[in-house]
């Protein structure tokens, strides 16, 4: 079945420590990646893009086509990125999100 | 950035009722409409997919019947859930996709409330 798999719900980190978020993804094809942050309070909004390859607040993403992952990493995670975040495949025009990793960083 | 506004936030209806949620894309033409569902602590599930001028969609398990998604135009989508039960209340939300973009919008959710 095609999916997006988070397997961490909660995910707690002390400030400046580093942090990966994982995400595997069973599509076949080559779907699009993304992954989704939202604060608590806000909308859901783009954190970055695989097709982009950027660094946004310090995150990144390397797509692993033979792993079929898309793991979203930081070195040094700071206390105003606790949020939730979502990984998210575009397929055949759906856009599917994986179930979700609520990132807490303590001071 | 692109702007996706979504209204009502929140409504609390009475069983039995029927509630319209509406979605407006206020500075793009959005060819895509994703509405989702999101219960307590749990992921965005997609209900539908709509394309501007055509028929939605429906993901497996969400009854057309009763959640009524029209997309008239390319800056307006509406979910209507129709015969509203308390086990529809949950948080609904809309997101815009536009030509040439890389990614979607979203809006800022409407919480249902059905007593």
């Known amino acids: 079945a095609q999916r997006v798999t988070q397997p961490e719900k909660l995910l707690s980190v002390f400030k400046g420590a580093p942090v990966e978020l994982k995400c595997n993804y069973s599509?076949?094809?080559?779907?699009?990646l993304f992954w989704y942050v939202q604060y608590s309070r806000q909308r859901l909004q783009l954190l970055l893009r695989?097709?982009s390859r950027e660094s946004i607040k310090g995150f990144t993403a390397d797509l692993n086509k033979g792993e079929t992952s898309f793991h979203l990493k930081k070195p040094f995670a700071q206390e105003e990125d606790s949020a939730m975040y979502y990984c998210?495949?575009?397929?055949?025009?759906?856009?599917?999100f994986g179930t979700g990793t609520r990132l807490q960083v303590f001071p | 950035g692109a702007v996706v506004s979504q209204h009502p936030s929140r409504v609390i209806c009475k069983s039995g009722t029927s509630v319209k949620i509406e979605c407006r894309s206020l500075?793009?033409?959005?060819?895509?409409m994703f509405w989702y569902r999101q219960f307590p602590k749990q992921s965005l599930m997609l209900m539908a997919t709509?394309?501007?001028?055509?028929?939605?969609?429906?993901e497996q398990g969400v009854e057309k019947d009763k959640f009524l998604i029209n997309h008239a135009s390319l800056t307006l989508s509406t979910l209507t859930v129709t015969s509203a039960h308390p086990e529809d209340s949950s948080f609904y939300i809309c997101?815009?996709?536009?030509?040439?973009?890389?990614?979607?919008?979203f809006g800022q959710g409407t919480r249902l409330t059905v007593v």
């Open positions: 997101s815009a996709w536009a030509r040439g973009r890389t990614e979607a919008f």
């Open positions: 599509y076949s094809g080559s779907p699009e």
């Open positions: 695989h097709i």
């Open positions: 998210a495949v575009l397929n055949t025009d759906k856009l599917i």
């Open positions: 500075d793009f033409q959005a060819t895509t």
């Open positions: 709509s394309n501007e001028g055509s028929k939605a969609t429906y």
